[in-house]
């Protein structure tokens, strides 16, 4: 029980996180003068956005009920 309380606590925490490291990519390439690093730190924002997109739509409740609905593979 306690292993399913502590889900939605450490997934806040790791969208916080994402967050965070979003916007750090993003004002790193910002203030970056160097081309290269710009095209890298907007790549890396790109990504983690992904990955906090991805980490949204698979750990909500919709693949919940499609589990009880017995289509979970």
Do not use: W
């Amino acid at each position: 029980m306690e292993a399913r309380s502590q889900r939605p606590k450490d997934r806040e925490g790791v969208i916080s996180l994402l967050n965070v490291t979003i916007e750090a990519m993003n004002l790193a390439k910002e203030i970056s003068s160097i081309t290269p690093a710009k095209a890298a730190f907007g790549s890396v924002s790109a990504l983690l956005t992904m990955v906090k997109v991805s980490l949204l739509l698979f750990c909500d409740d919709l693949l919940q009920i499609h589990t009880y609905l017995g289509q979970d593979g």
